[in-house]
């Protein structure tokens, strides 16, 4: 059983930065890969940034790549997610989800835990 926290969400002006964290309970955190996903108004969840378990490898939706940066620190059982040159469109709920059978898969429904979601706004 994993229990995840997120935190770090708020309001942001266009261009700005935001470090997004998700704290893990669990002694197993390290054999997890984690996700980061986001759900704005009357959308669907969509995929952000996954870290494999060791952190070696990462994957990024095209629509975050090379603004958003997905790392963890194994020993703080955390997970992070630096969000740079935010625009008007990452305005949603994001979430930290966790699951450790399937690395590489960006369907939210393979993953086993999920966060409460921390609220990121960016006003343009």
């Known amino acids: 059983q994993v229990q995840l926290v997120e935190s770090g969400g708020g309001l942001v002006q266009a261009g700005g930065s935001l470090r997004l964290s998700c704290a893990a309970s669990?002694?197993?955190?390290?054999?997890?890969?984690m996700a980061w996903f986001r759900q704005a108004p009357e959308k669907e969840r969509e995929f952000v940034a996954a870290?494999?378990?060791?952190?070696?490898?990462?994957d990024y939706a095209d629509s975050v790549k090379g603004r958003f940066t997905i790392s963890r620190d194994n020993a703080r059982n955390t997970v992070y997610l630096q969000v740079n040159s935010l625009k008007p469109e990452d305005t949603a709920i994001y979430y930290c989800?966790?699951?450790?059978?399937?690395?590489?898969?960006?369907?939210?429904?393979?993953?086993?835990?999920w966060g409460q979601g921390t609220q990121v706004t960016v006003s343009s």
């Open positions: 669990g002694r197993t955190f390290s054999s997890y890969n």
């Open positions: 870290i494999i378990w060791s952190g070696t490898i990462t």
């Open positions: 989800a966790a699951e450790f059978r399937n690395w590489g898969s960006r369907n939210m429904y393979e993953y086993d835990y």
